[in-house]
């Protein structure tokens, strides 16, 4: 009989910029046991619930455990199994014919689950010339672009926030996006740190905070620039830093004098005293280091200008290249470090005659104008990321293969797929992850259920097929680690390889690791410095200095705000639903409603309500609660009917699009103003 073996591997979660460590148990390839690694330096033995439940996904009846060809119309969810190799031509057949720049892959957070599978769909992508989106976009990419036109994409480690940092504003961040950040927010708030968190709501970071300032939602820039304005007003700035490390501090000095607390109070809803208070406590209660949040705070019409103008306010305080101050960990960045190696760099690109932006409008738009025949969705529920599903269903509905890569059944495989191909689970594979400090191994520790296959290996199996050459030149998935592990070097200055890294139990401190983001202040700009003036901004129509605009207003009286918990990763396991201990406590949509807001509307909490605008409706349970403000909803995203309501615009031009290098900023504005109703007769 098999003896029971113990592997240490990585939750499948991506709760970037922290992963949480796991210990596993099989034995007869089977999961015996779960549970947090107490070895792992980053997670320290914490595993959520979200973790711990990843242990339902194997022998579960909902699982996806042989391709899938549909059968009948679109949409009636009929299915039959199929071979692999049917699988495999029906692909090849559609892709070879149309043209290559009319095929599309679109990956979403399923395929991180072991952290290496990313780059083969970009090499793919370039080696075959497909429509390869960068999918950033529907997440953290907004505020990477406006800290990039600023200059300042660096992070510092939450282990130097922990040591240092005397102030810290968790600025619309939250711990269910970075777990691992927890215990060092603790560590500092015993040694004296004094913890602010500005959020549109509270949330688990409240609890841990001295003060907590809920804004109106899209209203950060406004608080940002109120900020910048007492800093200057009264004599708080760094003045030497400001002269030798940025550029336009003249002309945003000038700026700034239009935004006094008394103009911000009007936009965000803090009192003008209290604005004051804040910025005095930033620029004087040093080293002070703002976290900030990875997607949800720029989810609105002006997204970028959020992060653009925070991003100067260590710059005028002299935060930066600063022990416990700068900018503290964040999804999307990364403290200087020796981080994987660049396995592109062998292949040549095939021309793409026709390229489709990494833009959302544009893509919809060219789903819906039939410029794509082929579409590959891996890993992703599209209608629950894409704002203004409603059009993107329309653009689906017109492209005429859609294949989906997956563990279960979700939404958009159901309505609008062809093929269903299963995916492997966390487990099944080997991997390599990596958080802001470390690269881990994951083992493989089960075979795989059923046929399921690994995405490298569907793309290995797709690539030869098409006879793309130079698709994988490594003798195996161990081979492709080994170079992506390439800019690791042991203590005897040899590349650090995959037997390196199982002597070493799993773990390896990056190699060039930084816990102080810019200590050498070159700053990710043209000039070097800190740009409170972007040239690179004003070329692209967009202003060059940083700005609050306010939002144009709907039709409808409360403002919708989606983000995350700490009991659901976006869409993943079919919306929460395909895992029993997800599923119960995530029943269903649940919105939370402010009890001026509910009395108004003769909403009790567990009401069933319906929100509605001009786009769409969707249905929810009511939950009543005063950790969002009056006027405001706020909703878990990863629901596909959230989207029926957002607003599918863009936040930047698309001539703006490419302003920050590989940060495109194409994100559509997810801004929705709703009405509520309780459904009458039905009881709560």
């Known amino acids: 009989m098999p003896a029971r073996r113990q592997i240490t591997t990585m939750c499948p979660m991506n709760c970037l910029p922290t992963q949480c460590g796991m210990t596993v148990e099989v034995e007869e390839n089977k999961l015996v046991s779960l549970k947090g690694d107490v070895h792992n330096p980053d997670s320290r033995g914490f595993l959520c619930i979200r973790g711990r439940a990843a242990g339902e996904i194997f022998d579960n009846p909902k699982r996806l455990l042989h391709p899938l060809r549909r059968v009948g119309a679109r949409g009636e969810n009929r299915w039959e199994e199929c071979s692999w190799d049917e699988a495999y031509n029906l692909i090849v057949e559609n892709i070879q014919q149309t043209q290559p720049e009319r095929v599309g892959l679109w990956r979403g957070h399923g395929v991180g689950t072991t952290g290496i599978a990313s780059s083969m769909i970009s090499r793919l992508g370039i080696l075959a010339g497909y429509q390869n989106w960068n999918t950033g976009i529907v997440c953290w990419n907004m505020g990477g672009y406006g800290l990039g036109l600023t200059g300042t994409l660096e992070t510092h480690t939450k282990e130097d926030m922990a040591a240092n940092s005397r102030t810290i504003l968790f600025w619309g961040s939250t711990l269910s996006s970075q777990p691992g950040t927890a215990p060092h927010l603790i560590e500092a708030r015993k040694r004296g740190a004094y913890v602010v968190h500005i959020d549109t709501r509270r949330t ?3 609890r841990h905070a001295d003060e907590v300032i809920l804004l109106q939602p899209g209203s950060d820039a406004a608080l940002a620039l109120a900020m910048a304005h007492v800093i200057l007003q009264e004599g708080l700035s760094d003045q030497a830093f400001i002269d030798q490390h940025t550029l336009g501090f003249t002309e945003f000095a000038a700026h700034v004098q239009q935004y006094t607390p008394e103009w911000a109070a009007e936009m965000t809803g803090i009192e003008p005293e209290r604005i004051r208070q804040l910025a005095r406590r930033y620029a004087t209660a040093t080293p002070a280091m703002i976290v900030l949040g990875g997607s949800s705070m720029y989810k609105h019409q002006h997204g970028w200008e959020a992060s653009r103008a925070i991003a100067c306010l260590p710059a005028l305080t002299g935060q930066l290249g600063l022990a416990g101050g700068g900018l503290g960990p964040r999804h ?20 793409n005659p026709a390229p489709i932006p990494s833009h959302m409008p544009t893509i919809s738009a060219a789903f819906q104008d039939d410029k794509i025949d082929v579409l590959l969705v891996l890993g992703s529920n599209m209608l629950s990321t894409f704002a203004d599903n409603n059009a993107l269903a329309r653009g689906l509905e017109q ?19 062809d093929l269903i191909i299963p995916g492997t689970a966390w487990l099944e594979d080997i991997g390599l992850k990596q958080t802001a400090t470390h690269m881990y191994l994951m083992e493989r520790a089960l075979e795989p259920e059923g046929e399921c296959r ?9 690539a030869d097929r098409l006879e ?60 070097k410095k800190v740009e409170f003036w972007s040239e690179r901004a004003q070329e ?22 989606q983000g995350r918990t700490l009991t659901a990763f976006h869409a993943f396991f079919d919306e929460g639903q395909a895992l029993p201990t997800l599923a119960r406590v995530n029943p269903g949509p649940e919105l939370w409603i402010h009890p001026q807001d509910a009395q108004a509307r003769e909403i009790e909490t567990g009401s069933l309500i319906v929100m509605n605008n001009e786009r769409g409706s969707f249905e929810a349970r009511a939950h009543i609660t005063e ?5 405001v909803v706020w909703m878990r995203d990863g629901w596909a009917g959230v989207n029926r309501l957002t607003s599918g615009a863009p936040v ?30 039905i009881k709560a």
């Not at 999307?332 to 760099?345: E, F, H, L, T």
């Open 468 to 527: 793309l050459e130079n698709f994988f030149p490594w003798a195996n998935e161990e081979g492709y680690i080994n170079a992506l592990l390439a800019k690791q070097q042991t203590p005897s200055g040899k590349k650090l390889t995959v037997d390196d890294l199982r002597a070493s139990g799993g773990y390896w401190q990056k190699s060039g690791l930084e816990h102080i983001a810019y200590l050498d202040h070159q700053y990710h700009t043209p000039s």
């Open 540 to 561: 692209v129509g967009l202003p060059p200095l940083p700005t609050y605009t306010a939002p144009q207003r709907e039709a409808y009286p409360l403002r919708f705000c």
């Open 204 to 206: 688990e970071i409240s």
């Open 399 to 417: 492209i005429k293969c859609i294949v989906s890569f997956d563990l279960f059944m979700n939404e958009t495989a159901r309505r609008y797929a």
């Open 332 to 351: 999307g960045a990364s403290p200087r470090s020796d981080g994987n190696a660049n396995v592109m760099q062998d292949i040549v690109a095939r021309p």
């Open 454 to 462: 690994s995405l490298i290996t569907v793309l290995r199996q797709l």
């Open 652 to 681: 930047v031009p698309l001539a703006a699009n490419d302003a920050v290098a590989g940060i495109p900023g194409g994100q559509a504005t997810y801004d929705a103003w709703i009405e509520v109703h309780k459904v009458v007769g």
């Open 627 to 631: 950790d969002v403000l009056p006027g």
